[in-house]
């Protein structure tokens, strides 16, 4: 009789390892493969957005770092221009052949995230009771949040105003003043375009006149509006909206705009030191610091609008899984990897984003002068909100805006027209 209850706890034991070894999940460990010399390797896809040097070398160096602590697991890197990503990664979903782990922008994840494209994040989250969660910037933490899932971590791109010091003094303006009000931009603008032979040399500020929405929301913002209001109806054609538009269109015509693309691949004027003001990110703003020297940019909270209002654009990269990953252990735990304090914080130290994590804050902003603006300006900053008729109103108000810009219609007219049809495909989608 003792013989057989051996016998039998033994079978059981047996079984009960044999279970273990079979189950996976969230619980399970993501080094197997390193702890087993005779595992195969796991490769992960990783695309990310953006081919600038400075970025991809930071990303590189995050992957290096990550493959000689998880030896089991290897990254593959592609590296796409933001113009053809969205749609690249649109077809790639499609045919079932997504990355595992991507990089998606502000308004890419937010307008898609109900399409069920994304692993949710939560559960890996909780059964390894991860510390940075509790670290993060909370509102930065649900930019990434839908329907109680998480679905994206964020590095963060806040969009305070910046301009050339040097170009300044060449304009007989103080180099440590910059705008203090909405109309003092506009001043500014004029007073600071250069011309040579009747033709614009430099812009007096960086207003982008095609793909131009980031540009335009960011002087909307301090007018206490947006382009679409919380159902995701447009709004762009308000009296406000329409205004601002005319007084940008002004600009244009005077000069102190140069035509530009949001997305152009080297870069927006401000960058390329074609312009001296823009509401630019500091991950754009990097590598003109690199090249020119920091002491020739200057950093601040955008002027107060008529309210007072001195929000700040926030948009950014969200990290993210694709929810038929075949490994979103490994997935989450090379996201998990870059968010960790020391990794975070070099990488947006390179490139000029913003770490999300509050241990981060006090190192970054030793840094320079512009991560303590950054900082500040995330206390009243906003991004697009979450709605899946995103796309729609952005692709309708480029339209009006380049419209307006090109003369092929007054604003007003353009404005009233696009979001119109905004509406009706709205309407029609439902």
């Given at each position: 009789m003792k013989k057989r209850s051996i016998a039998t706890l033994a079978m059981l034991l047996a079984l009960a390892l044999a279970l273990a070894a079979c189950s996976g999940g969230p619980s399970e460990s993501s080094n197997a493969a390193a702890s087993d010399p005779n595992a195969e390797e796991i490769v992960l896809k990783f695309w990310y957005p953006g081919t600038d040097e400075i970025l991809t070398g930071a990303v590189k160096?995050?992957?290096?770092?990550?493959?000689?602590?998880?030896?089991?697991?290897?990254?593959?890197?592609?590296?796409?221009?933001?113009?053809?990503?969205?749609?690249?990664l649109t077809v790639a979903y499609s045919g079932g052949l997504q990355p595992d782990i991507h990089g998606l922008g502000f308004g890419q994840l937010i307008s898609t995230v109900d399409q069920g494209k994304y692993l949710d994040l939560s559960p890996y989250i909780e059964a390894d009771r991860w510390e940075g969660k509790d670290d993060f910037f909370p509102d930065i933490l649900e930019a990434g949040q839908y329907e109680g899932g998480q679905y994206g971590l964020l590095l963060p791109e806040i969009r305070p105003l910046a301009w050339r010091k040097d170009f300044f003094e060449e304009a007989g303006l103080d180099p440590e003043s910059p705008p203090k009000t909405f109309d003092d931009i506009f001043a500014y603008a004029e007073k600071l375009k250069k011309a040579e032979n009747g033709k614009t040399t430099r812009a007096g500020i960086d207003i982008q006149t095609s793909n131009g929405e980031q540009s335009y929301l960011s002087l909307l913002l301090l007018l206490g509006e947006d382009f679409y209001d919380a159902e995701g109806h447009p709004t762009f054609d308000s009296p406000a909206s329409v205004g601002l538009v005319e007084k940008m269109v002004d600009l244009y015509e005077s000069g102190a705009i140069i035509a530009s693309n949001q997305q152009q691949v080297n870069g927006t004027p401000f960058v390329n030191s074609q312009a001296a003001m823009a509401f630019v990110s500091t991950a754009g703003a990097a590598s003109l610091q690199q090249s020119i020297g920091a002491d020739k940019i200057g950093w601040t909270l955008p002027p107060a609008g008529p309210e007072g209002k001195q929000t700040a654009l926030m948009l950014g990269t969200f990290l993210t899984a694709a929810q038929k990953t075949k490994h979103p252990e490994e997935a989450w735990t090379f996201i998990k990897f870059w968010f960790e304090k020391e990794n975070v914080l070099e990488f947006a130290t390179k490139t000029g984003s913003i770490p999300p994590l509050r241990s981060a804050k006090d190192e970054f902003v030793k840094l320079g002068d512009g991560n303590e603006v950054a900082f500040e300006a995330m206390n009243d900053a906003r991004g697009y909100g979450a709605s899946g008729h995103w796309a729609i109103n952005v692709k309708y108000l480029r339209l009006a805006l380049e419209e307006s810009f090109n003369g092929i219609k007054p604003p007003a007219d353009a404005l009233k027209s696009n979001a119109e049809m905004a509406r009706e495909e709205i309407a029609a989608a439902k």
């Open positions: 160096q995050v992957i290096q770092k990550f493959e000689r602590t998880h030896p089991g697991i290897k990254v593959e890197l592609t590296s796409i221009p933001w113009a053809d990503y969205f749609q690249k």
